[in-house]
């Protein structure tokens, strides 16, 4: 593991506003934004507008985000917090507990129409919203907007605008969400304009993973016009063109099946959506998982329900199992960075979710994707099953397309950077809003010892992530 072909670790220092001043500006900057997970616009006039939050809302940017709304038109804006929609105890997690992923799967909701991470406050909100048809604009979750609008179905969906992840102060003030929307298309653009060349995708990452599948020119095509969601692009044909992600100009059918690719390979990580976790090894046979090494009790967990669900047939998938890889998700902002004031203290469901919106990070799932629309929903609820799937994070990962019709692989990230922010027309429009090497510029990069600092990442890193983070916090360095 060569650590000098590897960008060394850096992190951001934010400051905690002490005022409804401080969060002003940024507010007045996030209702106004139309693009990306978190933008707060376009702001309707006599907009009623209902936030669900969480428990640790900050006060002063509940205050500045509901002045900033208001200014620009809205009429009411409520917040409410997550539990009183699921009538659940709030839950305070830690991102020591990877493990809990996987238990999330066995202790959620089954026979659901909706994946299991967001089914208990989307069935709420629907009750809500039923009680207040007032409201007009929504803001609630942590990510799955597609599947968010699913879940509140025909009468409610389309009042969904966006997640709401500005609980946290330290999300709110960074410079990330403030990003120019021109230029956060313009950078996205490139990836999604080269996906129907590709004839072959290979993914690979310094902790283990190699990941290859063939693709056919229809496939390419149909993977490449629906695999853009603003800030979170679909770099999985299964993923993009399943019902609960399908997007863009090619509507979802149920006449047309979805894209199963060939994939074949391992995927290996120390970190998830909930935390982090011994490495562990995933393998995959025909895109369904195989075999599991290692990974503590998260491995524990995912082998026994393979063995538990082995017998599942989801409609339309090529064969029986539970796990099938169907998620292989690049988040593109630049100045995205993992957050340390809630770590061990979250409300968040998915407490380790912030580290993978940073540019050039892929959160890589397994599990299963909505396929048929009907004659699906009736399978999950007659076999009563669990309807979602897992993650796994790579951080410094090479994903690259073969051109069709060549023997060219043309990389799309490169070792954790996305390659679009070294083109010269991203940089030249980049001058329109300040510096470019201060705008396209990575603000944080995580320590991994044996790959791009100092250590052994078998001896000092794998075995107990959390363990080296938390020592490297006692000594004030970045994280």
């Not at 979170?232 to 509507?251: N, R, V, Y």
Request: hydrophobic share 35%; charged share 25%.
């Amino acid at each position: 593991m060569g650590r000098y072909s590897y960008p060394a670790p850096c992190a951001p220092a934010y400051k905690k506003p002490t005022s409804v001043e401080d969060c002003l500006p940024q507010a007045k900057i996030m209702v106004k934004k139309t693009f990306g997970r978190a933008a707060l616009g376009p702001v309707k006039r006599a907009d009623q507008i209902l936030i669900v939050t969480y428990p640790d809302q900050d006060k002063y940017v509940k205050e500045a985000i509901t002045q900033a709304l208001e200014e620009e038109g809205a009429e009411k804006v409520d917040f409410i917090n997550d539990h009183e929609l699921t009538g659940k105890e709030p839950e305070v997690l830690s991102v020591e507990d990877g493990w809990a992923e996987a238990d999330n799967v066995e202790k959620g909701p089954k026979g659901t129409e909706g994946i299991a991470l967001i089914a208990d406050t989307m069935e709420g909100l629907n009750k809500y919203l039923n009680k207040h048809p007032e409201y007009t604009g929504v803001f609630s979750g942590l990510g799955g907007r597609t599947l968010a609008m699913l879940a509140l179905g025909p009468t409610h969906g389309k009042k969904f605008r966006n997640n709401w992840v500005f609980n946290n102060w330290e999300e709110f003030v960074a410079k990330h969400w403030a990003f120019p929307d021109e230029l956060w298309i313009e950078i996205e653009r490139p990836v999604i304009d080269v996906l129907g060349k590709a004839s072959k995708v290979r993914i690979t990452d310094p902790e283990g993973t190699y990941l290859e599948y063939p693709l056919k020119e229809e496939e390419a095509l149909r993977f490449q016009k629906c695999a853009w969601l603003p800030g979170h692009l679909f770099l999985d044909p299964l993923q993009a063109t399943s019902q609960e992600c399908s997007i863009g100009p090619w509507p979802y059918s149920p006449n047309v099946p979805a894209v199963f690719h060939d994939l074949n390979g391992v995927l290996a990580g120390t970190s998830n959506h909930f935390g982090f976790l011994p490495r562990i090894e995933l393998y995959f046979e025909h895109a369904r998982l195989v075999g599991v090494k290692g990974g503590g009790k998260y491995g524990e967990l995912i082998r026994e329900m393979m063995d538990k669900y082995k017998d599942v047939h989801w409609p339309g998938y090529p064969d029986k199992g539970f796990f099938w890889f169907c998620d292989s998700a690049l988040c593109t902002s630049v100045k995205s960075f993992r957050r340390t004031s809630d770590m061990f203290n979250s409300y968040w469901s998915l407490p380790n979710t912030p580290e993978r919106n940073r540019a050039g990070i892929f959160h890589h799932g397994f599990g299963s994707r909505k396929h048929l629309g009907e004659v699906f929903d009736k399978y999950v609820k007659e076999h009563n099953l669990p309807h979602t799937h897992i993650h796994m994070h790579n951080y410094f990962t090479t994903y690259e397309i073969k051109l069709r019709g060549t023997e060219h692989w043309l990389k799309i990230v490169d070792r954790g950077h996305l390659m679009t922010l070294d083109d010269p027309k991203i940089r030249t429009l980049a001058v329109k809003y300040g510096d470019p090497d201060e705008l396209l510029s990575i603000e944080w990069v995580p320590p991994v010892p044996g790959i791009n600092c100092e250590g052994d990442y078998f001896k000092d890193y794998a075995p107990d992530p959390m363990a080296y983070l938390k020592k490297r916090m006692k000594e004030n360095k970045p994280i």
